[in-house]
């Protein structure tokens, strides 16, 4: 490989960026859902049966428009169907490139599952986390772009948009009550118990303001998501999961300054939703609610008027906080569900939602932009179908100020447009980059991450230089996230790269090799992301990739991140290792021996002996599926010199006529703890690719 020899750095990147919402790359939808102009209102419809299933053969007459209570009449109307599924299902083990991000036309849905742990119990945050595993496991579609975000704020590479479900199972996995909740752990109250959260006991004044504040930074969390969600592909869509937004008590409360407060912003927040083309959803995830007498209920001495009182007061509070879930959800054309304790098939319920829809159009009224006061006046509008037993939904109304939407804006600063690359959801495509980070653990170093970028040679731009060799030059960013969000690392380089005429068509075949270590000193989730720019062109590429490192230093059985490359020589030169039988790209072709390795980390020991107690069982597959299953072998033959450490070097080889594809490499460690005879077990999987020549 041509030699890269590192230039001044160029100024410090710009880290103002916010994490949680990267609209980079982004593409507005062919059609708007929500368009307010002085000559034109359009908005959705959704129409659904009795038994909740959409209805798509209405015609315009079927409808009825009203704005302020006024009819409207109807000048324009379409249907637009939904999109038609995955072709192919995410199934467990399914290969994906190393480093893939998917394009923005490929996404279907843009959904964000929003966790109101600002209006959490602590029984609802543990159940909803369970529940959200088991929905981003079996539910989330490779189309589907989703991000778990929390009202209480935090951002991060764990609280980002992606396709991955490990990445959204990082977020859910640290997901937990939040101690500022405005919900105790117990909502209901007990007969003969103490002084309850209702508000109206002597500390009602602290309580109900901690309550106002708290739907205030929902409210506010739910805007700013809106905003980040505008120019995001595809139907968009929030399904917030809360035990209740107490908003009639918040509205109607004893300090009058509040009151329009709030109220404001939840309109602004509806029409900034609506506008953005977002549906919002809410989940009570309360679940389903005895309200009748306890265990915990000291009847003694109890009246009848007492014990109805008491069942009054948990119906109440067991519904209390559905008002402002309703008023959300309808006001941006979504659906509150509410008594059920399947809440992961209430999300799935609520993204369905989102496909076919009806676009409304009318002209507005006379006075509609006429401000009020200074300020642009709300106007309500109502969809009505005139055919029995169907039901609508849609945006429950508008501000009268038209809507000027500005195409997302590139940044003119190459480093900025570097940074914002890196940080999208999205791949730019332009150049091509292939992301491997890998997880080792050495006695001298302790665990690290090496991550080995790949830049597509013949997506750079070259200049001829005088003494016939060329030139080009490239920028590289990089960043590694932690599964807090925190930044563990993150570097910024400019290289010129010099090749002689004799290995020119070898670096544009073999590409060119970027290398980055960093020590890790705590186990965990970690994210890789990184882009180049090419000053020549101006062209970007980015990639990410999803990592975990063990806890080696607790002394369980770990595995190191597997390698593959088509040569055992060490020594082999730069070039070759760049190349397409590499450890950073690992392209082969059917019939060329494969090898690989790994270590087996903190093995347990026959007992007696120096000889590891592991079985290693190594399957391959394509599309989730296996396609081979190589016999199980031991290591009990092997005397490492570290014993906590043992190296394994395995060959793979592929007849000629097998199919070209992507294939996965996933490896089972089991081993008998020490001195039980338990098990236990650890795996790593990585992608490669066949191809013929």
């Given at each position: 490989m041509a030699k890269a020899t590192a230039a001044n750095p160029r100024r410090f990147l710009r880290w103002a960026v916010t994490l949680a919402l990267v609209p980079a790359c982004a593409q507005e939808p062919a059609v708007p859902t929500l368009k307010v102009t002085v000559t034109l209102v359009q908005l959705d419809a959704v129409v659904t049966d009795k038994h909740g299933k959409h209805v798509a053969n209405l015609t315009r007459g079927d409808f009825e428009v009203f704005q302020d209570g006024k009819k409207q009449q109807i000048t324009h109307f379409t249907y637009i169907p939904g999109l038609a599924p995955a072709a192919t299902p995410r199934t467990a083990g399914t290969a994906t490139p190393s480093g893939a991000k998917p394009q923005a036309e490929q996404i279907r849905r843009t959904i964000v599952l929003m966790v109101d742990d600002l209006g959490l119990s602590f029984s609802s945050a543990a159940y909803l986390r369970e529940a959200l595993r088991k929905y981003v496991r079996e539910q989330v579609q490779p189309d589907e772009l989703v991000a778990v975000l929390r009202t209480s704020g935090g951002s991060g590479a764990f609280q980002q948009f992606?396709?991955?479900?490990?990445?959204?199972?990082?977020?859910?996995?640290?997901?937990?009550?939040?101690?500022?909740?405005?919900?105790?752990?117990?909502?209901?109250?007990?007969?003969?118990?103490?002084?309850?959260d209702t508000g109206e006991g002597s500390g009602a004044g602290p309580v109900r303001d901690r309550n106002q504040r708290a739907v205030l930074r929902t409210i506010g969390m739910l805007q700013y998501v809106t905003e980040g969600l505008r120019s995001m592909p595809g139907r968009k869509g929030v399904v917030l999961f809360s035990d209740g937004l107490v908003f009639r008590r918040v509205l109607g409360g004893h300090d009058a300054d509040v009151r329009p407060i709030v109220e404001e912003r939840f309109r602004r927040l509806v029409d900034r939703a609506n506008r953005a083309n977002v549906v919002i959803s809410t989940v009570d995830t309360k679940g389903i609610s005895y309200t009748g007498m306890q265990a915990k209920d000291n009847l003694g001495g109890a009246q009848a008027e007492d014990v109805h009182g008491l069942v009054q007061a948990r119906a109440g509070q067991a519904t209390e906080g559905w008002d402002g879930m309703i008023e959300l959800a309808r006001g941006t054309g979504g659906v509150f569900f509410h008594n059920t304790n399947d809440i992961g098939r209430a999300a799935q319920q609520a993204v369905e939602d989102l496909e076919g829809y009806y676009l409304i159009g009318f002209s507005p009224p006379d006075g509609t932009f006429k401000p009020d006061s200074g300020e642009s006046k709300y106007h309500r509008v109502r969809v009505v179908v005139r055919r029995g037993g169907l039901q609508v939904r849609t945006r429950a109304g508008y501000f009268g100020g038209e809507d000027r939407r500005q195409a997302p804006q590139v940044p003119a600063d190459p480093a900025a447009q570097l940074v914002k690359a890196a940080l999208s959801p999205f791949t730019s495509g332009a150049i091509g980059l292939r992301l491997t980070a890998l997880f080792a653990n050495t006695a001298e170093a302790g665990s690290y991450v090496t991550s080995m970028l790949h830049i597509a040679g013949k997506d750079l731009t070259f200049s001829k230089q005088a003494d016939g060799g060329y030139k080009a030059q490239v920028d590289v960013a990089s960043f590694i996230y932690q599964d807090d969000g925190s930044l563990l690392d993150k570097r910024a380089s400019s290289y010129t790269i010099r090749v002689a005429n004799s290995q020119f068509e070898t670096l544009l075949r073999n590409g060119f090799l970027y290398r980055l270590q960093n020590i890790v000193t705590r186990p965990g989730a970690y994210q890789v992301r990184a882009a180049v720019w090419d000053a020549g062109s101006g062209k970007l590429g980015s990639a990410s990739q999803y990592l975990e490192v063990p806890n080696v230093e607790k002394g369980s059985l770990a595995l190191s991140s597997v390698v593959m490359q088509s040569s055992v020589d060490d020594g082999a030169r730069e070039a070759e290792l760049a190349g397409t039988g590499s450890v950073a790209v690992r392209v082969f072709r059917p019939g060329v021996p494969i090898f690989y390795g790994f270590v087996v980390l903190n093995p347990g020991m026959k007992e007696g002996t120096?000889?590891?107690?592991?079985?290693?069982q190594a399957t391959v597959l394509r599309d989730g599926?296996?396609?081979?299953?190589?016999?199980?072998?031991?290591?009990?033959?092997?005397t490492p010199a570290d014993p906590r450490r043992v190296k394994v070097a395995q060959k793979l080889s592929f007849g000629a006529s097998t199919p070209p594809g992507e294939y996965l490499l996933h490896i089972e460690a089991t081993s008998h703890r020490a001195g039980t005879k338990q098990k236990t077990h650890a795996e790593q999987s990585l992608d490669f690719e066949l191809r013929r020549r």
């Amino acid at each position: 490989m041509a030699k890269a020899t590192a230039a001044n750095p160029r100024r410090f990147l710009r880290w103002a960026v916010t994490l949680a919402l990267v609209p980079a790359c982004a593409q507005e939808p062919a059609v708007p859902t929500l368009k307010v102009t002085v000559t034109l209102v359009q908005l959705d419809a959704v129409v659904t049966d009795k038994h909740g299933k959409h209805v798509a053969n209405l015609t315009r007459g079927d409808f009825e428009v009203f704005q302020d209570g006024k009819k409207q009449q109807i000048t324009h109307f379409t249907y637009i169907p939904g999109l038609a599924p995955a072709a192919t299902p995410r199934t467990a083990g399914t290969a994906t490139p190393s480093g893939a991000k998917p394009q923005a036309e490929q996404i279907r849905r843009t959904i964000v599952l929003m966790v109101d742990d600002l209006g959490l119990s602590f029984s609802s945050a543990a159940y909803l986390r369970e529940a959200l595993r088991k929905y981003v496991r079996e539910q989330v579609q490779p189309d589907e772009l989703v991000a778990v975000l929390r009202t209480s704020g935090g951002s991060g590479a764990f609280q980002q948009f992606t396709t991955d479900p490990r990445v959204l199972t990082a977020a859910v996995d640290r997901l937990s009550w939040n101690v500022s909740s405005r919900t105790g752990i117990s909502a209901l109250p007990a007969l003969g118990g103490g002084e309850d959260d209702t508000g109206e006991g002597s500390g009602a004044g602290p309580v109900r303001d901690r309550n106002q504040r708290a739907v205030l930074r929902t409210i506010g969390m739910l805007q700013y998501v809106t905003e980040g969600l505008r120019s995001m592909p595809g139907r968009k869509g929030v399904v917030l999961f809360s035990d209740g937004l107490v908003f009639r008590r918040v509205l109607g409360g004893h300090d009058a300054d509040v009151r329009p407060i709030v109220e404001e912003r939840f309109r602004r927040l509806v029409d900034r939703a609506n506008r953005a083309n977002v549906v919002i959803s809410t989940v009570d995830t309360k679940g389903i609610s005895y309200t009748g007498m306890q265990a915990k209920d000291n009847l003694g001495g109890a009246q009848a008027e007492d014990v109805h009182g008491l069942v009054q007061a948990r119906a109440g509070q067991a519904t209390e906080g559905w008002d402002g879930m309703i008023e959300l959800a309808r006001g941006t054309g979504g659906v509150f569900f509410h008594n059920t304790n399947d809440i992961g098939r209430a999300a799935q319920q609520a993204v369905e939602d989102l496909e076919g829809y009806y676009l409304i159009g009318f002209s507005p009224p006379d006075g509609t932009f006429k401000p009020d006061s200074g300020e642009s006046k709300y106007h309500r509008v109502r969809v009505v179908v005139r055919r029995g037993g169907l039901q609508v939904r849609t945006r429950a109304g508008y501000f009268g100020g038209e809507d000027r939407r500005q195409a997302p804006q590139v940044p003119a600063d190459p480093a900025a447009q570097l940074v914002k690359a890196a940080l999208s959801p999205f791949t730019s495509g332009a150049i091509g980059l292939r992301l491997t980070a890998l997880f080792a653990n050495t006695a001298e170093a302790g665990s690290y991450v090496t991550s080995m970028l790949h830049i597509a040679g013949k997506d750079l731009t070259f200049s001829k230089q005088a003494d016939g060799g060329y030139k080009a030059q490239v920028d590289v960013a990089s960043f590694i996230y932690q599964d807090d969000g925190s930044l563990l690392d993150k570097r910024a380089s400019s290289y010129t790269i010099r090749v002689a005429n004799s290995q020119f068509e070898t670096l544009l075949r073999n590409g060119f090799l970027y290398r980055l270590q960093n020590i890790v000193t705590r186990p965990g989730a970690y994210q890789v992301r990184a882009a180049v720019w090419d000053a020549g062109s101006g062209k970007l590429g980015s990639a990410s990739q999803y990592l975990e490192v063990p806890n080696v230093e607790k002394g369980s059985l770990a595995l190191s991140s597997v390698v593959m490359q088509s040569s055992v020589d060490d020594g082999a030169r730069e070039a070759e290792l760049a190349g397409t039988g590499s450890v950073a790209v690992r392209v082969f072709r059917p019939g060329v021996p494969i090898f690989y390795g790994f270590v087996v980390l903190n093995p347990g020991m026959k007992e007696g002996t120096s000889h590891p107690d592991v079985e290693i069982q190594a399957t391959v597959l394509r599309d989730g599926q296996p396609v081979w299953k190589g016999p199980a072998f031991t290591l009990d033959a092997a005397t490492p010199a570290d014993p906590r450490r043992v190296k394994v070097a395995q060959k793979l080889s592929f007849g000629a006529s097998t199919p070209p594809g992507e294939y996965l490499l996933h490896i089972e460690a089991t081993s008998h703890r020490a001195g039980t005879k338990q098990k236990t077990h650890a795996e790593q999987s990585l992608d490669f690719e066949l191809r013929r020549r």
